[in-house]
């Protein structure tokens, strides 16, 4: 399994009072990795939308909470997808603290691939699919 790699830096706008990520903003975070995922493979995910009609959406998520990012914390943000089905895609997710390479948050979740017009679960088209097992 081939692991993604995205650099997030944490912003005063991602932390709560006490100056610690607020943990909805983990979630963004993750999506940022797996957007760049895909932008990496080839595929921007708008124009997927736009001449294919197709979007991934969540499906289901477990995410585990270690220990707290901080403000102005250098982080990198993990992607690797574990399996690919007929219209889902598996990932296992981490947030790592980047100068200790401290686990702070991982993620298991699947992604549904669904038609942009009727929100209807759809095949992922089978190019994209060779892209992303190859990158596995």
């Known amino acids: 399994m081939t692991e993604f790699s995205w650099p997030v830096r944490v912003y005063y706008e991602d932390t709560d009072a006490g100056g610690i990520v607020y943990h909805a903003n983990y979630l963004r975070f993750f999506e940022r990795s797996r957007t760049e995922w895909l932008r990496n493979l080839g595929f921007n995910q708008d124009r997927l939308r736009r001449e294919q009609g197709l979007l991934f959406v969540v499906h289901d998520m477990t995410v585990r909470f270690h220990q707290p990012a901080r403000f102005d914390d250098r982080l990198t943000v993990t992607c690797a997808m574990t399996q690919a089905r007929g ?40 190019t994209i699919r060779a892209e992303m097992q190859h990158a596995r």
Do not use: H
């Open 87 to 126: 219209a889902s895609i598996r990932f296992q997710q981490a947030i790592l603290e980047a100068d200790r390479q401290s686990l702070l948050c991982d993620a298991a979740l699947t992604l549904a691939c669904i038609d942009s017009q009727q929100f209807r679960p759809r095949p992922i088209p089978k």
